[in-house]
C-alpha cells in the first residue's frame, strides 16, 4: 500500500443488509483526484478517479464542508494505477 495526498469531491456511504445471505454490507464510494495536477506530454489537468472507503470512517467526514484534503491509502490495480481504499489522515476540516 501508498500514502498519498489527495482531495474528496465527493463521498456516498451505504449500509444495508443482504436479502440472500443476511450480511451486513457497509462502505462508501467517494470521488477524489490527486492534490498536485498531472504535467505529462499527452496528459494535463486534474485526473478524476473513484474509490471505495471504509464506512465507519467515511461517516466521520459528512458534517465537514466538502472538498476535503485527507491523506489516502492506495492500492495498485490491475492497470497499475493507484486506487483510493482508506484514509489515513484528514487535512482540512
Partial sequence: MFEKKCRL???R???FTSDKT???IK????????LDPI???QEKGYKFSTGKLPYDKTVKLMDLKFPIDIVG??????NNELKL???VDVLSK
Fill in 85 to 87: 481504499v482508506d484514509i
Fill in 73 to 78: 491509502s492506495f492500492e495498485i490495480t490491475s
Fill in 39 to 41: 504535467e505529462k506530454e
Fill in 9 to 11: 469531491f465527493y463521498v
Fill in 22 to 24: 443476511g450480511e451486513v
Fill in 27 to 34: 462502505g462508501a464510494n467517494c470521488g477524489y483526484t490527486w
Fill in 13 to 15: 456511504t451505504y449500509n
